[in-house]
């Protein structure tokens, strides 16, 4: 009688299964493994990693790598340390800022993780890093702590709420602007807005502080692709990992985080040649002059 039930219950729920949004993903576990994941890189040490998924893969800056000789088994000090969560996705996307390893030397990283959990069981099956350090692009993690730790991402009212939808269209706006012009009329650009990119900061605190500081005005450069995306609204934020296309295809992360239907805040993380895949690179390159949007153009300093 009960299977029986059960049974007809289901049918019927089924039928209106279009209607009714799906189930979201447990908010606490993506974030405990989260934690775990921060606490790997504090110790260097992956044996706390529960629940790994059996078809597992690890990526950094868009390459499959072996997870245990990677940059987590390096013991970290994490100096700042911001992590939102995709319920929808079943996702986390963590910003690590690090000046010094556990014992105190300097190490130099600024780290945009993206986790991705099976939505069955949570297991992960991917772990994918952008990972920045000397010779990155405008790369000083001094700096960009400094500039991050003033900024204030906390949570936001939950009747103040932007919806996926609006952050997923203002990071793709922001992120064709290299190949559409009319995406830049498509971004909703707050005011103030400030951009961290590297380590370079595009605002003075004041309350006219703009993101369309050097953006491009190129727009028919390559595009920025192989975007993968970690949303929650809960925190107006949206992290993208994607590659540019006009700037050697450097693997890139991009996070915004938006109130009250306007960005206020862009971090950016790139890894551009400026000497970090060394054993890749003809030569290590001199450190960009400027920012890479400055002229607009990327792609002409690439050659
Ligand atoms: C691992 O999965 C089990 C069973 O689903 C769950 O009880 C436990 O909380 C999970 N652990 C982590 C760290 O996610
Ligand atoms: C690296 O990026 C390219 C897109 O430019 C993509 O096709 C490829 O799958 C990526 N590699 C990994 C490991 O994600
Ligand atoms: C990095 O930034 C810090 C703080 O602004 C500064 O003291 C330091 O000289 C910078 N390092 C380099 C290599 O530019
Ligand atoms: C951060 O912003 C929220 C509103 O978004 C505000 O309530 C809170 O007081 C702010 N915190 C600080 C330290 O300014
Ligand atoms: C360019 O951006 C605009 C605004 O977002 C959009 O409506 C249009 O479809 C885009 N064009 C292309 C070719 O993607």
Not at 57 to 70: D, R
Not at 262 to 291: C, D, M, V, W
Request: charged letters at 20%.
């Amino acid at each position: 009688m009960q299977y029986r039930l059960l049974g007809l219950c289901a049918a019927a729920l089924g039928a209106f299964a279009p209607l009714v949004a799906a189930q979201e993903c447990d908010r606490a576990s993506i974030q405990a493994f989260a934690d775990d994941y921060v606490a790997a890189h504090e110790t260097g040490s992956l044996s706390n990693l529960q629940n790994i998924s059996e078809d597992f893969t690890y990526v950094e800056n868009n390459k499959t790598a072996e997870i245990t000789t990677s940059i987590l088994s390096k013991a970290l000090a994490i100096a700042h340390r911001h992590t939102i969560v995709d319920t929808v996705d079943c996702a986390s996307y963590s910003e690590l800022i690090v000046t010094h390893d556990a014992a105190g030397a300097p190490a130099p990283y600024v780290i945009g993780t993206q986790i991705r959990h099976t939505p069955e069981d949570l297991s992960v099956y991917l772990i994918d890093l952008t990972v920045s350090t000397t010779g990155s692009w405008l790369f000083n993690s001094t700096r960009t702590l400094e500039y991050a730790s003033k900024e204030n991402w906390s949570l936001i009212d939950e009747d103040k709420r932007d919806t996926r939808e609006a952050l997923r269209q203002a990071a793709d706006a922001y992120l064709d602007m290299w190949n559409n012009k009319s995406a830049i009329d498509a971004v909703p650009w707050g005011t103030p807005c400030v951009r961290l990119e590297g380590s370079v900061y595009t605002g003075s605190g004041l309350p006219t502080d703009s993101c369309k500081v050097g953006i491009p005005t190129n727009n028919n450069q390559a595009p920025n692709s192989h975007r993968r995306y970690v949303t929650d609204v809960t925190y107006g934020s949206i992290s993208v990992l994607c590659i540019f296309e006009h700037l050697a295809n450097a693997p890139d992360s991009h996070e915004f985080r938006m109130e009250n239907g306007k960005l206020r805040y862009i971090h950016t993380i790139t890894l551009a040649n400026s000497g970090f895949f060394a054993a890749e690179l003809p030569q290590p390159q001199p450190a960009p002059p400027a920012r890479y949007r400055i002229r607009g153009d990327s792609s002409a300093r690439q050659g």
